[in-house]
């Protein structure tokens, strides 16, 4: 006797291509935001050759991860001193114009006082995207010098996707395309019954949702980026079993 009746009932036949719908969008989503954070690492690389014998990243960068083609984008920067004396801090700003090769600067010098810390924020059309509007870019560069004079330098960048909807701000949007996969999943594993026999599935959901709150709550998309190849692997791999088996039950 099979576990699904073991269990009392077997899985709707709809419950695996509902779950795997789900899959599928999820990565796309998570795998946009990904791509333009990895454009944006490979943005201004002369931030990377810039004086400082000790880099550090600057991890308080904010960046939204999707905005909408008629929204504007609020980035913001904190920016600390970490001495007991007071010290004056140089920020350079970079933007993308449309274009990698047409970049806006912004250079400012910050006088802070021990232990202060003071936020920069700036804004980014969505119409200054490049690759055709479809990613925002921006790179910071910071340094001060310490009481020994070693120049400390901290670098960081982000890419924000531009969304083709208006109307409706790209927090929205980003929450109800979250909402939408997490149903589809949802519906497979715990409506369709997936989730009462088939282990494997319950870890992918599981392994999406880790590589959703690395990417939005924590912003760590190499993370994200390592486990969606991982589930993207998985995926394919189901794929070609159903080709090879089209008529096969679905994965248990």
């Not at 001495?83 to 400012?108: E, G, M, S």
């Not at 494997?200 to 994200?224: D, G, M, N, T």
Request: proline share 6%; charged share 15%.
């Amino acid at each position: 006797m099979s576990r699904s009746y073991v269990l009392g009932r077997a899985p709707a036949r709809w419950a695996s291509w509902v779950f795997y719908l789900g899959l599928v969008l999820g990565i796309g989503l998570l795998g946009g935001i990904v791509w333009a954070n990895f454009e944006a690492r490979m943005f201004y690389p002369s931030d990377m050759f810039t004086p400082g014998s000790k880099r550090e990243r600057l991890r308080s960068l904010y960046c939204p991860p999707v905005v909408a083609q008629d929204e504007t984008a609020r980035l913001r920067l904190k920016v600390r001193n970490p001495l007991d004396r007071p010290v004056r801090r140089f920020v350079r700003i970079t933007v993308a114009l449309r274009h990698l090769l047409l970049v806006d600067q912004q250079k400012i010098w910050l006088d802070l006082g021990p232990h202060e810390t003071q936020e920069v924020t700036w804004e980014i059309p969505a119409s200054e995207g490049v690759y055709g509007g479809r990613i925002l870019m921006t790179s910071v560069y910071s340094f001060y010098t310490a009481p020994s004079g070693e120049i400390i330098s901290s670098i960081n960048d982000c890419g924000i996707w531009v969304w083709p909807v208006r109307g409706i701000s790209g927090a929205w949007a980003l929450s109800l395309a979250s909402a939408l996969v997490f149903g589809l999943m949802a519906a497979g594993l715990y409506v369709g019954g997936l989730g009462a026999v088939s282990g494997p599935l319950q870890l992918l959901f599981r392994l999406y949702l880790v590589a959703w709150i690395a990417q939005i709550a924590l912003r760590a998309w190499v993370l994200s980026g390592a486990l969606l190849a991982i589930l993207s692997i998985i995926l394919l791999m189901w794929a070609l079993q159903q080709i090879e088996s089209p008529n096969g039950p679905p994965p248990e």
